[in-house]
């Protein structure tokens, strides 16, 4: 079965400090993968996603990811964050072929606070 | 265009009812999913509906849990004899998925309290 690994649970920032959350996924096969967020009262928003190609994708809001096959890991990125962006942030991925087919596995999430 | 939609929004019920909460997919959207986010837990996969085939139930706890998908739209999740455990947000998702594998849009959730 896949898991999906995030290593911080909360991490606190101020106003244009630097972000990185870190993810990593444990399955032997090609995957998808993808960033949602969710803010303060709002259901979970796609905020990139990696199919194929440029490892580096860029999401909404300034986020980028880049994908490291050799490492398993999607870690998201934005240079300078605002108080907008504090959210829980989760990291997933699914199977593009196999009996898992379709079904997301999640991490545990991480809440971004941004003081202003 | 519209979003995924769910209801109710919150439901609050008594150990040992059944309760049925509903999913509305975006317009053209072939698969369905449902997940759970409780905080013990965090997000878990429950059951997938991929347009006429065989819905994949692998993630459903227990026997009490079941869902339908009614004219390849609609889906209902249905759980019996509701257990204080039950409590968690669930949350229904649709994509395209015509054959690839796409991306998930989630809906509000229902917020379901057992008391």
């Known amino acids: 079965a896949q898991s999906v690994s995030q290593h911080n649970h909360h991490v606190i920032l101020s106003e244009a400090a630097s972000l990185e959350l870190g993810c990593n996924y444990s399955?032997?096969?090609?995957?998808?993968l993808f960033w949602y967020v969710q803010y303060p009262g709002q259901h979970l928003q796609l905020l990139l996603k990696y199919f194929s190609g440029d490892p580096l994708v860029k999401g909404i809001k300034g986020f980028e990811a880049e994908f490291i096959k050799s490492k398993f890991s999607f870690n998201l990125r934005k240079p300078s964050v605002q108080w907008s962006d504090t959210a829980e942030y989760f990291c997933a991925v699914n199977a593009r072929r196999g009996s898992t087919l379709g079904r997301l596995y999640f991490g545990r999430g991480t809440q971004l606070t941004v003081w202003p | 265009g519209a979003g995924v939609s769910q209801s109710p929004s919150n439901k609050v019920t008594e150990k040992g009812k059944d309760v049925e909460l509903r999913c509305d997919p975006i317009s053209g959207h072939t698969a369905l999913y449902w997940y759970r986010q409780s905080l013990g837990q965090g997000l878990e996969f429950l059951i997938y509906f991929q347009g006429n085939s065989a819905p994949d139930k692998s993630g459903l706890p227990s026997d009490r849990f079941s869902a339908e998908r009614t004219g390849g739209s609609v889906s209902t999740l249905t759980i019996q004899r509701t257990q204080q455990e039950d409590s968690a947000v669930y949350l229904c998702?649709?994509?395209?998925?015509?054959?690839?594998?796409?991306?998930?849009?989630f809906g509000p959730g229902t917020r379901l309290t057992v008391l």
């Open positions: 998702a649709s994509s395209r998925a015509s054959g690839v594998v796409d991306t998930q849009y």
């Open positions: 399955y032997g096969g090609t995957v998808n």
